[in-house]
């Protein structure tokens, strides 16, 4: 079925899912987003003035793309096509080309083209969107759960604009989700639904920002009180859990008490207390809290707070969710405890965080500098002649297999980045840097003045 075809759109399909009948079909009811539709934006402005331009929306899912594009597809006087890259391939891209031309020469009406997923087109496929999304014979709208940057092709990427969408957030999750239960013609509202806070909130939570999520859960629980009689049509925290088949927090109702115990945890790793990180990670998994969320973000951790200073301690991070996904509950929990505990005994540095900080500074200040010519890449005679590659000095040719040159770009010749804190395995690092930023400095000295390696956190702006 075509992704736009008429009983969806009209949302009053009564076999189709409560997410698809809910959704918006203006701008008027759309929910969220306002990072991208506010009043003076680009994109409402090029929808309500019907100046469309092609767009790639990079979002997680259920967070408006796909009804974003609908919306744009609005307009009557546009010759609308779809597909989903899952089922799409080469010929069916030269049927919607060959279709476009046909509408462009009998009725003067433009083409536009949303591609579900276009993430997975091979290059060869995207490369077919090229010439015709340059010429204006289609407006490409793609939708992708994953970067573009590494999935889509830059000649693409260059001719579109990409919009990022966030997450909903909570509280435009409720105003979803009340609008639903509340709807008479496209919603559950001739249910007369009572729903408790408590499991509104529950719904809430297990969407994790997912507004399709929220809805499939908000019907799913509707499904176990529909056929009751009228009055005792009440959704409840428990009636929640029995349709999601899942636990509910036992936190308070606005989510505050969920990020007080996961900082909690973090802040007793840092500070080396693995009693108390026991307590806390105990706390959490007590309260039905998901135990690879918890994981994460001891994935996270062990990178940001301890590093370099014990390189192991990502890997004993990364095995333990090896080990809670293969063994599962309650066995699992143990794992997750041997981390938390290394995690807190293990010597500490945010010299990778600050680290990682700078470099991405430096890329803000500076933007797209041009790769060094020195240690470009060289497999064609062409490239050689415009000496890709020439200079390069091949570093096990040398002593101890280095040998100072410059990987910079020319601005940023001398940043210093990572600083070692001189803690745990750090301490080697450190030793082993400052030996090289020496022989640096010499090859810097010969070479001439202003070559110094240069401390960004300690400049003048």
Same mark, same amino acid.
Do not use: C
């Given at each position: 079925?075509?992704?736009?075809?008429?009983?969806?759109?009209?949302?009053?399909?009564?076999?189709?899912?409560?997410?698809?009948?809910?959704?918006?079909?203006?701008?008027?009811?759309?929910?969220? /987003?306002?990072?991208?539709?506010?009043?003076?934006?680009?994109?409402?402005?090029?929808?309500?003035?019907?100046?469309?331009?092609?767009?790639?929306?990079?979002?997680?899912?259920?967070?408006?793309?796909? +009804?974003?594009?609908?919306?744009? =597809?609005?307009?009557?006087?546009?010759?609308?096509?779809?597909?989903?890259?899952?089922?799409?391939?080469?010929?069916?891209?030269?049927?919607?080309?060959?279709?476009?031309?046909?509408? /462009?020469?009998?009725?003067?009406?433009?083409?536009?083209?949303?591609?579900?997923?276009?993430?997975?087109?091979?290059?060869?496929?995207?490369?077919?969107?090229?010439?015709?999304?340059?010429?204006? &014979?289609?407006?490409?709208?793609?939708?992708?759960?994953?970067?573009?940057?590494?999935? *889509?092709?830059?000649? &693409?990427?260059?001719?579109?604009?990409?919009?990022?969408?966030?997450?909903?957030?909570?509280?435009?999750?409720?105003?979803?989700?009340?609008?639903?239960?509340?709807?008479?013609?496209?919603?559950?509202?001739?249910?007369?639904?009572?729903?408790?806070?408590?499991?509104?909130?529950?719904?809430?939570?297990?969407?994790?920002?997912?507004?399709?999520?929220?809805?499939?859960?908000?019907?799913?629980?509707?499904?176990?009180?529909?056929?009751?009689? =009228?009055?005792?049509?009440?959704?409840?925290?428990?009636?929640?859990? +029995?349709?999601?088949?899942?636990?509910?927090? /036992?936190?308070?109702?606005?989510?505050?008490?969920?990020?007080?115990?996961?900082?909690? &945890?973090?802040?007793?790793?840092?500070?080396?207390?693995?009693?108390?990180?026991?307590?806390?990670?105990?706390?959490?998994?007590?309260?039905?809290?998901?135990?690879?969320?918890?994981?994460?973000?001891? *994935?996270?951790?062990?990178?940001?707070?301890?590093?370099? =200073?014990?390189?192991?301690?990502?890997?004993?991070?990364?095995?333990?969710?090896?080990?809670?996904?293969?063994?599962?509950?309650?066995?699992?929990?143990?794992?997750?405890?041997?981390? =938390?505990?290394?995690?807190? +005994?293990?010597?500490?540095?945010?010299?990778?965080?600050?680290?990682?900080?700078?470099?991405?500074?430096?890329?803000?200040?500076?933007?797209?500098?041009?790769?060094?010519?020195?240690?470009?890449?060289?497999?064609?005679?062409?490239?050689?002649?415009?000496?890709?590659?020439?200079?390069?000095?091949?570093?096990?040719?040398?002593?101890?297999?280095?040998?100072? /040159?410059?990987?910079?770009?020319?601005?940023?010749?001398?940043?210093?980045?990572?600083?070692?804190?001189?803690?745990?395995?750090?301490?080697?690092?450190?030793?082993? &840097?400052?030996?090289?930023?020496?022989?640096?400095?010499?090859?810097?000295?010969?070479?001439?003045?202003?070559?110094?390696?240069?401390?960004?956190?300690?400049?003048?702006?």
């Amino acid at each position: 079925m075509d992704l736009f075809s008429k009983p969806v759109e009209n949302g009053k399909n009564p076999s189709a899912p409560l997410a698809e009948r809910m959704r918006p079909k203006s701008l008027k009811d759309f929910v969220g /987003q306002s990072h991208l539709l506010g009043p003076d934006s680009l994109l409402r402005r090029a929808i309500e003035e019907d100046r469309l331009f092609s767009v790639i929306f990079w979002g997680p899912p259920g967070s408006g793309k796909t +009804t974003l594009a609908r919306i744009m =597809a609005s307009e009557p006087q546009s010759h609308f096509e779809s597909f989903s890259a899952v089922l799409s391939g080469v010929k069916e891209i030269r049927a919607v080309i060959d279709e476009a031309r046909s509408q /462009q020469k009998l009725h003067g009406r433009k083409t536009i083209l949303f591609v579900d997923e276009i993430h997975r087109f091979n290059k060869a496929q995207q490369d077919g969107f090229l010439p015709h999304v340059e010429s204006g &014979l289609i407006t490409l709208i793609g939708a992708t759960t994953e970067n573009p940057s590494f999935e *889509v092709i830059s000649p &693409l990427l260059s001719r579109t604009r990409v919009m990022v969408l966030k997450p909903y957030t909570e509280e435009e999750l409720l105003t979803i989700l009340r609008r639903a239960i509340e709807d008479r013609d496209r919603g559950l509202g001739e249910l007369e639904l009572r729903v408790d806070e408590e499991a509104i909130q529950h719904i809430i939570w297990s969407s994790d920002g997912d507004a399709r999520t929220a809805l499939n859960n908000l019907e799913a629980a509707a499904s176990l009180v529909q056929g009751r009689t =009228a009055g005792e049509r009440k959704i409840t925290r428990e009636g929640v859990e +029995t349709a999601l088949q899942r636990k509910a927090l /036992q936190y308070d109702k606005d989510g505050e008490e969920h990020y007080n115990l996961i900082s909690a &945890l973090h802040k007793s790793l840092r500070g080396s207390d693995p009693d108390a990180a026991l307590y806390w990670l105990a706390r959490m998994l007590e309260a039905g809290e998901d135990p690879l969320y918890i994981a994460r973000r001891m *994935v996270r951790f062990a990178s940001e707070d301890v590093g370099n =200073a014990d390189p192991q301690a990502l890997l004993v991070v990364m095995a333990a969710m090896q080990a809670y996904e293969f063994i599962g509950l309650p066995e699992g929990e143990l794992a997750l405890a041997q981390a =938390a505990i290394y995690l807190a +005994t293990a010597p500490k540095s945010n010299a990778v965080y600050r680290a990682y900080g700078r470099a991405r500074d430096a890329i803000h200040r500076t933007g797209s500098l041009p790769v060094p010519l020195h240690i470009r890449n060289a497999p064609t005679k062409l490239m050689k002649e415009l000496n890709y590659g020439k200079g390069y000095r091949y570093a096990h040719d040398f002593e101890e297999a280095y040998v100072p /040159q410059e990987y910079l770009p020319e601005p940023l010749r001398g940043d210093i980045y990572y600083r070692p804190t001189g803690r745990g395995y750090e301490k080697v690092l450190q030793e082993r &840097l400052e030996k090289w930023r020496k022989l640096r400095a010499s090859l810097d000295h010969k070479e001439g003045p202003g070559k110094k390696n240069r401390d960004p956190d300690r400049e003048t702006p």
